[in-house]
């Protein structure tokens, strides 16, 4: 078992994708298949990078026990304004800074959402909240 909590602080480009970097570390010492490992980094990143960019910041929870991995991550506002339009392929409300630092091809929640598992979002002007769950087969 497994369990960690990540701070991710809005806006700060030099930290951001610490929690992933973390996350990935330790599943490296996990005997988890390539393409698993590959799919929760890249869910992971995507949400940390999310929270940094587009909220005034919040935190992230990895849990992984025999069964499956969750990764939660919870900011505290403004929210996603309209949830449908923020999961079509393209969309992206980045702003210069962060395009210019990289971010901001629209393809993050898509992307989420295709790798994982399961995802669930619940978001509000008071924050939003990404479940993310990814199912072990075969390993103890
Ligand atoms: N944590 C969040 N808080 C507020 N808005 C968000 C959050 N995550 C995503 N969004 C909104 O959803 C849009 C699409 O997200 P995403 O697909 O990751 O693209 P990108 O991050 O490149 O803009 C973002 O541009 C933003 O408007
Ligand atoms: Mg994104």
Redesign the pocket.
């Known amino acids: 078992m497994v369990d960690k909590e990540y701070q991710i602080i809005a806006k700060n480009y030099d930290l951001a994708g610490r929690a992933s970097s973390d996350i990935k570390r330790t599943l490296k010492t996990m005997n988890l298949s390539p393409l698993l490992l590959k799919r929760v980094c890249a869910a992971s990143y995507?949400a940390e990078?999310?929270?940094v960019?587009?909220?005034v910041g919040g935190y992230a929870t990895f849990h992984m026990d025999h069964e499956k991995i969750v990764l939660e991550?919870m900011?505290d506002g403004?929210?996603?304004?309209n949830l449908d339009l923020?999961?079509t392929e393209g969309?992206?409300?980045?702003n210069e800074l962060?395009h210019a630092n990289g971010?901001?091809?629209?393809?993050?929640?898509?992307n989420i959402k295709r790798t994982a598992d399961h995802l669930e979002i619940r978001?509000s002007p008071e924050g939003?909240h990404l479940i993310i769950m990814f199912f072990l087969e075969g390993i103890s």
């Not at 403004?78 to 304004?81: L, S, V």
């Not at 971010?103 to 898509?110: V, W």
Request: glycine share 14%; proline share 7%; net charge negative.
């Open positions: 995507e990078i999310n929270v960019i587009h909220s991550f900011d403004p929210g996603i304004m923020a999961m969309y992206s409300t980045a962060d971010f901001g091809a629209g393809m993050g929640l898509p978001t939003t």
